[in-house]
T-cell receptor, first 112, second 115 residues
Framework: AQSVTQLGSHVSVSEGALVLLRCNYSSSVPPYLFWYVQYPNQGLQLLLKYTSAATLVKGINGFEAEFKKSETSFHLTKPSAHMSDAAEYFCAVSGGYNKLIFGAGTRLAVHP | GAVVSQHPSRVICKSGTSVKIECRSL??????MFWYRQFPKQSLMLMATSNEGSKATYEQGVEKDKFLINHASLTLSTLTVTSAHPEDSSFYIC???????????FGQGTRLTVV
């Protein structure tokens, strides 16, 4: 079985500061891991994905994530936050054949 | 990435009526589609998995007679909420995939409000 835990339902940063959103996973098989962003009343946009290639994955909008098997983590980072990054972020693990199990989500607020 | 279109984006219906939501893969053949439900300020919960030409597989706790899923072609799956009630009001999102992809592609979502 697969599961995802996102630590911190709300994260607040200043514009220009480092963004760190935490995600830990549990999987009985080698996982595929994803980060999505959701703006209010919209669908999901894929930021990046890990599919067992390079452990450091670079995504869109300056985001990246590092797969750490020993820590069962897949934290999302961005060196410098922008106001437009304010949104809900979901970490997800593939439960087999692209069936996604989502974490509870982290709401990122960016202050000027 | 591939394009998945979901329609309608918003729908308001009266309690007791049925509502159909369509999920279309526009530029690839989707052998599998997934339906998710998202309550306000919550995460996405998988409702069911539908494979083209087969009956959908529902997650535990999801009423299959209330949420009818049809996946009759490789580009279209529909979710029908039957005898809708206010507690069915939610954001419904579909995703589509096939054996060639390492990810599923999401529709824009449908905001259902039952009054």
């Amino acid at each position: 079985a697969q599961s995802v835990t996102q630590l911190g339902s709300h994260v607040s940063v200043s514009e220009g500061a480092l963004v760190l959103l935490r995600c830990n996973y549990s999987s009985s098989v080698p996982p595929y891991l994803f980060w999505y962003v959701q703006y209010p009343n919209q669908g999901l946009q894929l930021l990046l994905k890990y599919t067992s290639a390079a452990t450091l994955v670079k995504g869109i909008n300056g985001f990246e994530a590092e797969f750490k098997k020993s820590e069962t983590s897949f934290h999302l980072t961005k060196p410098s936050a922008h106001m437009s990054d304010a949104a809900e972020y979901f970490c997800a693990v593939s439960g087999g054949y692209n069936k996604l199990i989502f974490g509870a989500g982290t709401r990122l607020a960016v202050h000027p | 990435g591939a394009v998945v279109s979901q329609h309608p984006s918003r729908v308001i219906c009266k309690s007791g009526t049925s509502v159909k939501i369509e999920c279309r893969s526009l530029d690839f053949q989707a052998t599998t589609m997934f339906w998710y439900r998202q309550f306000p300020k919550q995460s996405l919960m998988l409702m069911a998995t539908s494979n083209e030409g087969s009956k959908a597989t529902y997650e535990q706790g999801v009423e299959k007679d209330k949420f009818l899923i049809n996946h009759a072609s490789l580009t279209l799956s529909t979710l029908t909420v039957t005898s809708a009630h206010p507690e069915d009001s939610s954001f419904y999102i579909c995703s589509a995939t096939n054996y060639e992809n390492t990810e599923a592609f999401f529709g824009q979502g449908t905001r259902l409000t039952v009054v």
